[in-house]
DNA sequence: TAGATTGTTAATCGATTAACAATC
DNA sequence: TAGATTGTTAATCGATTAACAATC
């Protein structure tokens, strides 16, 4: 093997990746109210966690810290967010403007961390020419030529499970090549196309089971 | 140790349990295009999963399958929606009537899957005595009654990450057990309440990093 | 300095995957 | 029967946690 190889970054383990936004978003919290360095012990409290894995996860950024201070708080929101490429704007389209659809496009907060949804589609003509958070409701079909055109690579899916596969069908087609899907539907692309589940049955699942566990040790 | 111990129901691996609402979303799909039996082969291409992996997670429901022929259908569904609990209804109330909770109101497959929200809060007075989805937006000082007067034990967070931890002490006050928060916000709970987050960075997180991972692994 | 905290290596734990006998 | 598929045990893999030297 080269040894190029192994200058290639390390990919980010997952759970590591998705611990990452927690402490970004316990430090902004902190540096708001004046904390200018913490430690992992800190940071595990609030957040439950061990410190120990705070301490490897935080290595990612590379921000090395001072035994018996610990590490600088806004340095480590930058070098988070530099790992987390929020200081790159990913461009996205969105398909299927009904409750969830809409409620993610005028979530602000997903601005403000990089993802900029530049257009949202959907299939019913009823809903094609309206405008949602300033946004006109263009019909489906022009997501592949719009997205090819503007080099869009994120598409978001929050359609009926239905109608889930099509529209990733047509991403694919229009060059797209990250999916964040949150309708509850295995999708089928092509090997270099990404896919995000994101599906809310999974954490109403693990609640609920969860609930009835610890009711019935509490024998209730 | 007394025998009892090794009779009690052996917890669930919190990977297995995510993954079960996807095979019963995928066998309630198999099942209206009128199959009557599956095997971890069919359910492994679909979902892109290892077939061992499934035949170990199906092994949760107690349901065992035929040599050569595969598990059937119905009683497949059937044994998932029972470890699931989505036949029993999980009454919850939700805090934050903005449009991430106001779409999880209106989601009507969440109903299906035994969950009722029985109330909607806020804490804005402008929003107070607004009806969305038929029900009226009541005031969030009426949670911690309501929540105990009704035996309530979920709660679902939808109000912005400053206001999440006061609406979790409420929930806690009216007795609330679970609590299922979209909020990102690591929430402090007394030791017999349970916290699902659900927080939507992390996906993106993963997301957008793999998708600049592919992007350079590609030499694009 | 003494002691708290970091960074890292080793041990543990748990989940996934491989191997294979049982069986329809 | 032969061969596909199940169920289960063993091996592998990867993440978490423990131990501890380095250091400010």
């Known amino acids: ?63 090395v810290g001072k035994p018996k201070v610990g590490y600088e708080v806004p340095a480590l929101i930058q070098a988070l967010e530099k790992v ?29 961390y990089g993802l900029n949804i ?3 589609f959907d299939s019913d003509a009823n809903k094609v020419g309206q405008v949602v958070h300033g946004r006109e409701i263009l019909p489906v079909g022009w997501l592949p030529g719009m ?4 080099r869009i690579l994120t598409g978001i899916i929050t359609v009926p499970a239905e109608a889930a596969q099509s529209v990733a069908d047509l991403m694919v087609a229009g060059g797209i090549r990250a999916i964040w899907n949150f309708a509850p539907r295995a999708l089928t692309v092509s090997a270099d196309t990404i896919v995000q589940y994101e599906d809310m049955f999974s954490g109403l699942a693990v609640l609920t089971t969860r609930l009835r566990a610890s009711l019935l040790s509490f024998s209730e």
């Open 118 to 120: 530049v257009a949202i």
């Open 1 to 63: 093997m080269p040894k190029t190889t192994e200058l290639l970054t390390h990919p980010i383990p997952e759970p590591t990746l998705r611990r990452l936004p927690r402490y970004h978003h316990f430090l902004m919290r902190e540096e708001n109210s004046g904390k200018k360095v913490i430690s992992c012990s800190d940071i595990a409290r609030a957040l439950n966690l061990d410190p120990t894995q705070i301490r490897k996860d935080l290595a990612v950024t590379g921000i």
């Open 147 to 150: 997205a090819r055109q503007m």
């Open 84 to 112: 987390l490429g929020w200081n790159n704007v990913t461009h996205a389209v969105l398909v299927g403007a009904g409750s969830l659809g809409t409620a993610i496009l005028g979530y602000q907060q997903f601005n403000k």
